[in-house]
């Protein structure tokens, strides 16, 4: 979508992204609390963060979904990750969120390495894609995924498991019709302008491999919407059920509550192999602050939580405890808590979360290939879906 002030496609975001308007122009639906309830029944009373505090805030379907996981059907996640650039904690958090799900769910996760796509999309060549794909992985497997339950497929490596599948779909799309959702023109590379299938296939291909009609639930970043907001269609002239939708917001960058994290700005950004010192800098310099511009104006007239970077990490994601970040918001608001202090509360929790997070990592890189594709997983996993 572009619009006046922002823009959003699948490989650009810029502006202040105004969700209001995405969701209207990609005829998306709010998760309402009523479906948060819902979700609730089956996790134990729990609810992530990113459900809870509206990081995931929008779906199509998810409301189906929950009936027929209330009938005993199974379903199945599929999420993926571009490797281009090293990874942030805006791209690592959703894959933690997914973690969760399948922990609570007991589902299998399919996640595409999309390793064709930011070739043809990105100044880069194919050796450099396949590096930064390995240290991608690596980085997904270390939050903790089931290793019987989660297979790993990377384009170049698997094309030939999606390739036919991915042939029926783009049969399926014609030029004009993806061209302006895409935001594709007569320059584009000819292998960009398939791609949109590659990445399609697996909201159906476990369906198609299982041989049975199987749920597939997909959580993105809005930006990915136009996906599978064609591939939904696509989905039911093949036989086999819609995709449900689980859209997510991006998470703001250091500099401000509207901008996105970006690789590309290291500024803005917090990177999963930034030292405790770097981590510690970047917030101090960048993080955009909400308090006042001295102590004694702050003790009087108290900052703003809800425009303040470290108070949006804590709420997205670092503090989870709902009645510290209560108590947190209002000790800030109130003047009572200064700046600094609230910067070096966020560090620390970043901090900490970074340092398990690479022993995780770690521990986890023997284990790799257990995660991969393969014609043995599939055929151990088919027993997933036999009822
Ligand atoms: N295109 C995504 C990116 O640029 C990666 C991706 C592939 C993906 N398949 C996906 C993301 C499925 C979400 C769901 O990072």
Redesign the pocket.
Known sequence: MVSENFKVT?WEVEGEVDYGKLIEEFGINVIDTKLLERIKKHTGGELHPYLERGIFFAHRDLDKLLDAYEKGEKFYI?????PSQDMHLGHLLPFVFVKWLQDKFGCEVWI?I?DD?KFLFKEKTIDQIKKQAEIDILNILAVGFDSEKTIIVSDFKHISVMYETACEIAKKLNFSNVKATFGFNNKTNIGAIFYPAV?MV?AVLPSKIYKKNILCL?P??ID?DPYFRLQRDINEKMGFYKPVCLAGVFLPGLQGPTGKMSSSDSSSAIFLDDTPEEVANKIKKYAFSGGQPTIEEHRIKGGNPDIDTCFQYLKLFFEPDNAKLQEIYNNYKSGKMLTSELKIYTIKKINDFLEKFRQQREAIQPRVNEFLYSEEKINKNRKIYET
């Open positions: 699948p599929y999420t993926g990750r571009g595409q999309s796509e990445q697996l997909i993105y970043g990915q």
